[in-house]
Nanobody, 129 residues
Framework: QVQVVESGGGLVQAGGSLRLSCAVTGYSAAPYCMAWFRQAPGQEREGVAVIDTDATITYADSMKGRFTISPDNAWHSLDLQMNSLKPEDTSIYYC???????????????????????WGQGTQVTVSS
């Protein structure tokens, strides 16, 4: 059974750093895409960063230059390094992967929730001012 498990959340002061980890277990092949999303209280879930089917990495505009994702060689884990954290980064952070075969050649997951079929339970990140 496939499991996606996040870890590393916690409380940090504004300007600080935090590193989240995501582990994909119960599945031997590499996912087609891996991504981080987040959801703040009362807001819709939004994309943070994705490593796509062609191994390109895309960041949401508000995270560029502050956040970095890095998969392991087998694409069974995905880290999210967050620097220069702001109170508005406070959210539950979710890891998501796509295990289903893409519908066509050249398909890209992007930062679209519907592209992903396996999700973790999330890890809370709180940034104090």
């Amino acid at each position: 059974q496939v499991q996606v498990v996040e870890s590393g959340g916690g409380l940090v002061q504004a300007g600080g750093s935090l590193r989240l980890s995501c582990a994909v277990t119960g599945y031997s092949a590499a996912p087609y895409c891996m991504a981080w999303f987040r959801q703040a209280p009362g807001q819709e879930r939004e994309g943070v960063a994705v490593i796509d089917t062609d191994a390109t990495i895309t960041y949401a505009d508000s995270m560029k230059g502050r956040f970095t994702i890095s998969p392991d060689n087998a694409w069974h884990s995905l880290d999210l390094q967050m620097n220069s954290l702001k109170p508005e980064d406070t959210s539950i952070y979710y890891c998501a992967v796509r295990l289903q075969i893409p519908p066509y050649y050249g398909f890209r997951c992007g930062l679209f929730e519907s592209s992903f079929d396996s999700w973790g339970q999330g890890t809370q990140v709180t940034v104090s001012s």
